[in-house]
């Protein structure tokens, strides 16, 4: 089972940038997308920034212009973060989409990373 492993998260003050990474523990083909969501206490998940296979990326409208989604060529993806806001706050989780022969996508977590921002 392939397994996603996130590293990056931290405590910065407002204004502030971090960079996050998720790396899977394995090499894998066919990846339809790869994506980071943040989930903040007593809110629901939600969708951050995705990258496809292509390269073609898409962010939520409040971190447009701050965060920059990217990935290399070993599986690995990237989301830097700068002008953080309190706001940004939350657990952020990384998400690999997976073509399958049949059906849907596979999906793959990561267990997350805790991002904090001070005032």
């Known amino acids: 089972q392939v397994q996603l492993v996130e590293s990056g998260g931290g405590l910065v003050q407002a204004g502030g940038s971090l960079r996050l990474s998720c790396e899977a523990s394995e090499k894998m083909n066919n990846i339809y997308s790869m994506g980071w969501h943040r989930q903040a206490p007593g809110n629901q998940r939600e969708l951050v920034a995705v990258i496809s296979s292509r390269g073609g990326t898409k962010y939520r409208d409040s971190v447009k212009g701050r965060f920059t989604i990217s990935k290399n060529n070993t599986n690995t993806v990237y989301l830097q973060m700068n002008s953080l806001k309190p706001e940004d706050t939350a657990f952020y989780y990384c998400?690999?989409?997976?073509?399958?022969?049949?059906?849907?996508?596979?999906?793959?977590w990561g267990r997350g990373t805790q991002v904090t921002v001070s005032s």
């Open positions: 998400k690999v989409e997976r073509e399958s022969a049949y059906g849907p996508p596979d999906v793959f």
